[in-house]
């Protein structure tokens, strides 16, 4: 198996961006944050979905008493999300400086073991100083089900 047959291309998120863009953008390729590039096109970050929700929706009081939650608490404790009005905010405050990348030859155990350090579900495939693309769990899952004809 090889990276190069489960990368998924994506854009990259910029700054200024808003995190509609950011959002829109993981949604369509299905990952969970997408590499933070300077002006010069350095990969300095990355944007993840679920730190965007942890900073912007769900304090932690909340995670930590999510099992005394409500079933109305959600759409009444959070106004901006309801009213779309995260979504036309920068990404730029939500940005993640560690960034976790693989090269195209690594072993896909190694991928496994970097998302695993780094408590996510991608990284980013860098052929040198190119940015290739992501490697998701679930894609290397799907992979192995085709390996295998499962």
Same mark, same amino acid.
């Given at each position: /198996?090889?990276?190069?047959?489960?990368?998924?291309?994506?854009?990259?998120?910029?700054?200024?961006?808003?995190?509609?863009?950011?959002? $829109?953008?993981?949604?369509?390729?299905? %990952?969970?944050?997408?590499?933070?590039?300077?002006?010069?096109?350095?990969?300095?970050?990355?944007?993840?979905? $679920? #730190?965007?929700?942890?900073?912007?929706?769900?304090?932690?009081?909340?995670?930590?008493?999510? #099992?005394?939650?409500?079933? $109305?608490?959600?759409?009444?404790?959070?106004?901006? %999300?309801?009213?779309?009005?995260?979504?036309?905010?920068?990404?730029?405050?939500?940005?993640?400086?560690?960034?976790?990348?693989?090269?195209?030859?690594?072993?896909?155990?190694?991928?496994?073991?970097? /998302?695993?350090?780094?408590?996510?579900?991608?990284?980013?495939?860098?052929?040198?100083? $190119?940015?290739?693309?992501?490697?998701?769990? /679930?894609?290397?899952?799907?992979?192995?089900?085709?390996? #295998?004809?499962?």
């Amino acid at each position: /198996m090889k990276l190069m047959d489960v990368v998924v291309p994506t854009g990259v998120v910029l700054p200024g961006m808003k995190i509609g863009d950011a959002f $829109r953008e993981c949604t369509i390729h299905n %990952v969970g944050g997408l590499p933070y590039c300077n002006a010069e096109g350095n990969i300095v970050g990355r944007f993840s979905l $679920r #730190h965007t929700f942890k900073c912007l929706c769900v304090p932690d009081d909340m995670a930590h008493h999510a #099992h005394l939650l409500g079933d $109305r608490i959600c759409s009444e404790s959070t106004p901006e %999300v309801v009213s779309g009005e995260i979504l036309n905010m920068t990404v730029d405050r939500y940005i993640i400086e560690n960034v976790a990348t693989i090269t195209p030859s690594s072993p896909v155990i190694k991928a496994l073991s970097i /998302m695993e350090k780094f408590n996510s579900n991608y990284i980013f495939l860098l052929d040198g100083e $190119r940015y290739v693309g992501v490697i998701t769990r /679930m894609a290397i899952a799907g992979l192995l089900l085709k390996y #295998h004809k499962f």
